[in-house]
């Protein structure tokens, strides 16, 4: 039997109190992905699925910052960034500042294979989402109280400490 | 940021990564995990990557794409391509850069210079390995 494997990741950077203070959550919803993206290999889906139905899981976990766990920016908006690559057919998708899709990562899947781009964005990646009916959420749904609470932690009163702040996916 | 790449019993890889974005930043401010080369890579001569990090690091250094390549350049294992291009290629460079890649024989690589990194994987029939820190 041929192998078939899976990883996942839920960002990397500095530790904080509230990664502390959530790793069993934070673990089981990395096991969960790499179940679920498994699952899809161990039926024969391929690697493009696996990976697509293993973040699907992760944007929709209010946990991580992604889709429904978004960190907001400055102005206390919700702008998501997500792409996929196919090593078979060396394509890839991409979307960015994208709001209202409720899995970007299948928005982005979406334009590599149903266009003949590559990377779409802002309002133009809403456009396609809508006009081929991809899942959409409210504004609210990509609102979480611990990434209100960073927010107003980290707020700077001048945009030049905003615009020298480092920059933690 | 979230990312996932995988490896199928037809033998091909792919890579995804998804974000919300940094917290507090300008409107309009993208980082690595759209930008193909810099947080998302794929090709089945080489490996699948999915990066996440300080954003502006990935795609000023291409660390997707440079872990790739230089796989294919050096002939070596997928762990060696990212510990060289995290941990010495990149090792001045102040800010948190952490990746996770798979190559088409299911080989693991998974480096990074942050605090932390939330990971998981699985090959084959072996229990789920799930780690926050070193």
Same mark, same amino acid.
């Given at each position: $039997?041929?192998n078939i494997a899976?990883?996942v990741?839920?960002?990397?950077g500095?530790?904080?109190?509230?990664?502390? $203070?959530?790793?069993?959550?934070?673990?089981a919803?990395?096991?969960?992905?790499v179940?679920?993206?498994?699952e899809?290999?161990k039926q024969g889906?391929?690697?493009?699925?696996?990976v697509?139905?293993?973040?699907?899981l $992760?944007e929709?976990?209010p946990?991580?910052?992604?889709?429904?766990?978004?960190?907001?920016?400055a102005?206390g908006?919700?702008e998501?960034?997500?792409?996929?690559?196919?090593?078979?057919?060396?394509s890839a998708?991409?979307?960015?500042?994208v709001r209202?899709?409720?899995?970007?990562?299948?928005l982005?899947?979406?334009i590599?294979?149903?266009?003949?781009?590559v990377?779409?964005?802002?309002y133009?990646?809403?456009?396609?989402?809508?006009?081929?009916?991809?899942?959409?959420?409210?504004?609210?749904y990509?609102i979480?109280?611990?990434r209100?609470d960073?927010?107003?932690?980290?707020? $700077?009163?001048?945009?030049?400490?905003?615009?020298?702040k480092?920059?933690?996916? | 940021?979230?990312?996932?790449?995988?490896?199928?019993?037809?033998?091909?890889?792919?890579?995804?990564?998804s974000?919300?974005?940094?917290?507090?930043?300008?409107?309009?401010?993208?980082?690595?995990s759209?930008?193909?080369?810099a +947080?998302?890579f794929?090709?089945?001569?080489s490996?699948?990557?999915?990066?996440?990090?300080?954003?502006?690091?990935?795609?000023?250094?291409?660390?997707? =794409?440079?872990?790739?390549f230089?796989?294919?350049?050096?002939?070596c294992?997928?762990?060696?391509?990212?510990?060289?291009?995290? =941990?010495?290629r990149?090792?001045?460079?102040? +800010?948190?850069? +952490?990746?996770?890649?798979?190559?088409?024989?299911?080989?693991f +690589?998974?480096?990074?210079?942050?605090?932390r990194?939330?990971r998981?994987?699985?090959?084959?029939?072996?229990i789920?390995?799930?780690k926050?820190y070193?």
């Amino acid at each position: $039997m041929k192998n078939i494997a899976i990883a996942v990741h839920g960002g990397a950077g500095q530790d904080s109190e509230f990664i502390r $203070m959530n790793q069993i959550a934070y673990k089981a919803g990395l096991v969960k992905a790499v179940n679920t993206g498994y699952e899809t290999l161990k039926q024969g889906g391929s690697a493009l699925d696996a990976v697509e139905n293993a973040v699907r899981l $992760m944007e929709d976990n209010p946990i991580f910052n992604s889709a429904r766990g978004s960190a907001l920016n400055a102005k206390g908006e919700v702008e998501m960034d997500a792409s996929i690559m196919d090593g078979s057919k060396h394509s890839a998708g991409a979307v960015s500042i994208v709001r209202n899709v409720k899995n970007p990562v299948t928005l982005a899947r979406f334009i590599m294979e149903n266009t003949s781009h590559v990377f779409i964005s802002g309002y133009g990646a809403l456009e396609i989402a809508k006009e081929n009916n991809l899942e959409l959420e409210v504004d609210s749904y990509f609102i979480t109280e611990h990434r209100v609470d960073e927010l107003i932690k980290e707020r $700077m009163d001048d945009t030049d400490d905003i615009k020298r702040k480092r920059k933690n996916g | 940021t979230v990312g996932a790449v995988a490896l199928d019993n037809a033998g091909n890889i792919a890579a995804a990564t998804s974000t919300g974005g940094t917290s507090n930043c300008l409107s309009g401010r993208i980082g690595d995990s759209c930008i193909i080369g810099a +947080g998302c890579f794929a090709n089945n001569s080489s490996c699948a990557v999915s990066g996440t990090g300080d954003g502006e690091l990935l795609i000023t250094n291409v660390i997707a =794409h440079s872990i790739a390549f230089y796989m294919e350049l050096k002939n070596c294992s997928v762990q060696e391509a990212c510990d060289y291009v995290i =941990h010495q290629r990149n090792k001045d460079v102040e +800010g948190d850069i +952490g990746v996770i890649a798979l190559d088409a024989m299911g080989n693991f +690589g998974i480096s990074y210079n942050s605090q932390r990194m939330l990971r998981a994987w699985k090959m084959n029939e072996e229990i789920v390995t799930v780690k926050i820190y070193k």
